[in-house]
């Protein structure tokens, strides 16, 4: 009802009609230039925004209580806490992300964020700072690697990556180089 508002000016500037077709307003021209009709549209867009304003409110409420609870919201957990030490642990020892996620049958997303979780758990301080004060930039195809770091070590780790853009390289390699360069400076 609020685009109503935002919709009127224009269809009386043009000459248009907005008829009510069915129900309690039925026959009723929306778009008529009365001040009957202009109160009537400006009710309605209040009954409707304290509607809107009343459900989010009740959610908010709804959710403090669950959470006051010890409920758990949103979507379960891809991994439980098991799966997700072994994920760690597998990780540690070299495994792929894309490996642990076909291996646990979830998406490598999900595989990433336990790493994540566990990293900013279980990292040191530096280690959380670094995280926190961080920009995520992937690398480019078939090179996918997220840092999220500050901008420095992503510059320090383009430079390590330098024999990616050779002439001897692959064409893959190069564009992965390339496209790594391109967030880096995107990001600045």
């Known amino acids: 009802m609020a685009d109503i508002l935002a919709l009127r000016p224009v269809l009386i500037r043009r000459g248009l009609h907005l008829r009510v077709e069915s129900g309690l307003l039925s026959g009723i021209d929306l778009a008529s ?4 009709t202009k109160m009537m549209v400006n ?12 459900i989010s409110e009740n959610t908010r409420e709804g959710v403090a209580v ?3 609870a010890g409920k ?17 642990e597998a990780f540690g020892e070299g495994t792929a992300v894309k490996a642990l996620a076909r291996q646990h049958q979830v998406d ?3 595989i ?10 279980s990292g040191d301080e530096t280690v959380r700072t670094a995280l926190a004060s961080g920009r995520t930039i992937r690398r480019g195809q078939g090179h996918s690697l997220r840092i ?8 320090t780790a383009l430079q390590q990556a330098v024999a ?7 064409s893959a390699e190069r564009k992965a180089h390339r496209v790594y360069a391109t967030r880096i400076t995107a990001a600045t």
């Open 148 to 155: 999220t770091a500050p901008l420095e070590l992503h510059r």
């Open 72 to 88: 758990t919201l949103g979507r379960p957990a891809s991994l439980d806490p098991d799966q997700a030490a072994k994920v760690v």
């Open 66 to 68: 669950a959470e006051a």
């Open 43 to 54: 009710v309605l867009a209040a009954v409707l925004e304290f509607q809107r304003d009343m």
């Open 112 to 121: 990433r964020r336990v790493l994540d979780d566990h990293l900013l758990a």
């Open 164 to 170: 990616l853009a050779t002439e001897s390289s692959s």
């Open 33 to 36: 230039d009365d001040p009957g």
């Open 108 to 110: 490598p997303k999900a």
